[in-house]
């Protein structure tokens, strides 16, 4: 089965397709720019497609012999839905690895269109939200019957320029928790609290993170709020200050902001891929029962690399029905834990659960 890797050239795309190849696989590189993704086509040795997603015409012909498209092209708010949209209408599996909680909903809703096309949807291979939708999962097996999900998730390490793209975005629209079953708006720094993460203490604030709506699929759980470090000071001001965001609605202001960070960021240096870990903590609890659980990951983005690459290696084995999924319910979680193994592969083999 040929597989594909759309956005090529960004940060991420480019170690998912270097660590694909070190493992034996040959994806096709794809994007927009045939100048921005030939370097690394000529490096690897892999072929190039080019097409947009401007038409489903073109995004089509663009898929024709592709079964699986893992797509990494961001903002996926634009992105995601001409892509997914086109490969459940010619039937290939469709992976991306957004963290945007309206396109991991939006992506859950086709459910029915992927089963008659025999597609299999999978948003969020990443690690967001593979990393929490796990956390997630195994909290939910301790307190079955739970009513709340706090989770929170620091790395230092920093962010690629699509990631600081997307942040700048979503930055007007406030926080979003989902609240008695229902996705609730309010103010960022609305909620912040101390997180006791296994290395040390953190302070943190309430974010929009995927968890939202994957951990309310995969768990049915009606109250849920996802936390990232930031000193108190930090918290103080941007609740002064939310409202100056606004501007960021304005298109031609945030098109402007979104070019400045591609000139300016990259993503973390392999140093820190390398040695830099990051750290989960959550809590799940009802009226009579809590329990908390922390995780040590690798870091950020060499985690999506290898969570990325374990569902495409499950969908080139055809261990997964057509269908739409969160992570954790296409896959095992207690073999998402093991990632960093060579052989997890083998392991969600074994386990018969996928």
Request: glycine fraction near 8%; include cysteine.
């Amino acid at each position: 089965m040929q597989w594909m890797i759309y956005g090529a050239n960004g940060y991420t795309a480019r170690l998912i397709a270097r660590e694909a190849v070190r493992r034996g696989l040959r994806p096709i590189l794809a994007g927009r720019s045939a100048e921005k993704i030939q370097p690394l086509a000529d490096e690897l040795s892999l072929p190039v497609r080019i097409f947009d997603l401007n038409t489903p015409g073109s995004v089509k012909q663009g898929l024709e012999g592709i079964g699986i498209c893992l797509h990494c092209a961001g903002p996926f708010s634009q992105t995601a839905k001409p892509m997914r949209d086109a490969a459940i209408s010619v039937g290939c599996h469709y992976l991306d690895i957004t963290g945007e909680y309206q396109v991991l909903e939006d992506s859950y809703q086709s459910q029915d269109a992927a089963r008659a096309a025999g597609s299999v949807v999978i948003s969020g291979v990443g690690f967001d939200v593979v990393a929490t939708d796990t956390l997630a999962a195994l909290l939910k097996e301790a307190v079955p019957e739970a009513t709340h999900l706090e989770m929170a998730f620091a790395d230092s390490a920093g962010p690629s320029a699509g990631t600081a793209k997307t942040m700048l975005e979503s930055l007007p629209d406030g926080l979003t928790v989902r609240q008695n079953g229902k996705l609730e708006k309010m103010p960022m720094g609305e909620h912040h609290k101390d997180i006791p993460f296994a290395d040390k203490n953190r302070h943190c604030v309430a974010i929009s993170w995927g968890d939202i709506v994957t951990a309310w699929h995969s768990a049915h759980i009606p109250n849920i709020r996802v936390y990232f470090p930031m000193d108190k000071k930090q918290v103080g001001f941007i609740r002064r200050w939310h409202g100056m965001t606004r501007v960021l609605k304005w298109q031609p202001a945030l098109r402007f902001m979104q070019k400045v960070v591609e000139r300016r960021v990259d993503g973390p240096s392999d140093d820190a891929l390398a040695t830099r870990r990051t750290q989960l903590w959550g809590r799940i609890w009802n009226e009579s029962e809590s329990v908390e659980k922390t995780l040590d990951v690798p870091q950020g983005y060499q985690y999506t690399v290898l969570s990325a690459l374990f569902a495409v290696e499950q969908l080139l084995a055809h261990r997964v029905m057509p269908g739409a999924y969160t992570p954790s319910q296409a896959f095992d979680p207690h073999t998402l834990v093991l990632l960093e193994r060579e052989n997890a592969q083998d392991i969600a083999l074994e386990s018969g659960a996928i």
